[in-house]
C-alpha cells in the first residue's frame, strides 16, 4: 500500500473520530465537557477492541495494512454507513465485505414521495431481496391482491411464480415478463447477499418445485430493468398502459418504482354537422388551411 493511501485511511479515521461525540462511548456521563470534539484515541481503541498502540499507528499511517477482522471492529466502532464502511476498506487496500441485509423501513422522504404521488400514479418500494415494503393507494388496488402474508408473500420473485390471478392482472405476456425480470433480480440479489438465508432459502423453493422458474434461470439472465411499458388491467377502469421508472436508494438498497400513466393522442377535431362560422374560426390556422386546399385531381 502507499504512503497517500496510509495517509488517507488515517485521516479518514480521524475524521470519525472527531464527529464521535463523548456520549457515544459506553458508560459515558452525558454532561461530560471537553475542550477537543470527539473521542480520545483511547475511547476507540476500547469500542474497537484494539490496542490503543495499534490505532495510533493506523491514524499515524505506520501500520502496514490493517486486517478484515480490525477494519471490520472500526467500522462497527464508528457506526458506519454501507458506503462509509466500503471506502474504509478500500483506503485499506481491501476488497469490501459483502453488502448486509437491505434496511427493513423505508426513510421518511420516500415515504412522503409514496404519498404524495397517491393521485398522480402508483408507486411501489421493495429492497433488495425483492420484498414489498409499501405501496400507496393507486398502487395497491392493482398490485395489492397478489401479495399476502406468507413466508415469501411478499416477495416478488416468488409470487411472479405462485400468486393466483396473476395473468388476470397483466395479461400472459406481461406475466412472462415479469417472471424473467423476477428471475434475473433474483440472481442479483443472490449476488449481492450470498449469505443471506432468506434468498438462499426462497431459492431452493422455486427451483425445486416450479419447472417455469427452473427454465427462466437456465437462461442466466442478471440485472435490473430501469424502465418498462407495463400493460394492466385495473379492477375498475379496465385496461392501462405505464410508463415505469425504477429509482434506487442505495444507502439502504431500496428500490422506487414510479407507475406513469400513458396518455392516449386526443381525437383529431371534427366539426359538427352545421357548425357556425364562430366554431369553424376556432379551429388552428393550419387546420383551416389545410380544409381550404383543393382536393386532389382524380386521376383521369
Not at 418498462?228 to 425504477?246: I, R, W
Not at 371534427?270 to 387546420?287: D, K, M
Request: charge should be neutral; charged fraction near 25%; glycine fraction near 8%.
Amino acid at each position: 500500500m502507499q504512503g497517500d493511501e496510509r495517509s488517507g485511511l488515517g485521516e479518514y479515521l480521524r475524521h470519525h473520530r472527531s464527529q464521535m461525540a463523548p456520549r457515544d462511548r459506553p458508560g459515558a456521563s452525558p454532561l461530560s465537557h471537553r475542550r477537543v470534539p470527539g473521542l480520545r484515541r483511547q475511547e476507540l481503541a476500547d469500542i474497537a477492541s484494539i490496542s490503543v498502540e495499534y490505532y495510533t499507528r493506523l491514524e499515524q499511517g505506520r501500520a502496514v495494512r490493517p486486517s478484515r477482522e480490525v477494519l471490520t471492529a472500526l467500522a462497527r466502532a464508528f457506526r458506519l454507513s454501507n458506503a462509509e464502511r466500503e471506502h474504509l476498506f478500500r483506503l485499506a487496500g481491501e476488497r469490501p465485505p459483502p453488502s448486509r441485509a437491505p434496511a427493513t423501513e423505508i426513510r421518511p422522504g420516500l415515504q412522503q414521495l409514496l404519498d404524495g404521488l397517491n393521485d398522480v400514479m402508483p408507486v411501489t418500494i421493495h429492497d433488495g431481496r425483492l420484498d414489498m415494503l409499501a405501496f400507496n393507494t393507486a398502487a395497491a388496488a392493482l398490485f395489492g391482491p397478489l401479495f399476502d402474508d406468507g413466508p415469501y408473500g411478499r416477495n416478488i420473485a416468488h409470487q411472479a411464480f405462485t400468486a393466483t390471478g396473476l395473468d388476470n392482472v397483466l395479461g400472459n405476456e406481461g406475466a412472462e415478463q415479469l417472471a424473467r425480470v423476477a428471475t434475473a433480480e433474483l440472481r442479483k440479489a443472490l449476488s449481492h447477499y450470498p449469505e443471506d438465508e432468506y434468498l438462499r432459502s426462497l431459492f431452493r423453493e422455486l427451483s425445486s418445485e416450479n419447472p417455469e422458474f427452473d427454465r427462466h434461470w437456465r437462461k442466466g439472465e442478471i440485472g435490473t430493468w430501469s424502465s418498462a411499458m407495463k400493460h394492466v388491467n385495473h379492477p375498475t377502469e379496465g385496461p392501462l398502459t405505464f410508463d415505469s421508472e425504477m429509482l434506487h436508494d442505495p444507502e439502504n438498497d431500496h428500490w422506487v418504482m414510479l407507475f406513469a400513466p400513458t396518455r392516449p393522442d386526443p381525437p383529431p377535431h371534427t366539426p359538427r354537422p352545421g357548425a357556425g362560422a364562430s366554431e369553424r374560426n376556432s379551429q388552428p390556422a393550419s387546420a383551416r388551411s389545410h380544409s381550404r386546399r383543393r382536393p386532389p385531381a382524380r386521376p383521369h
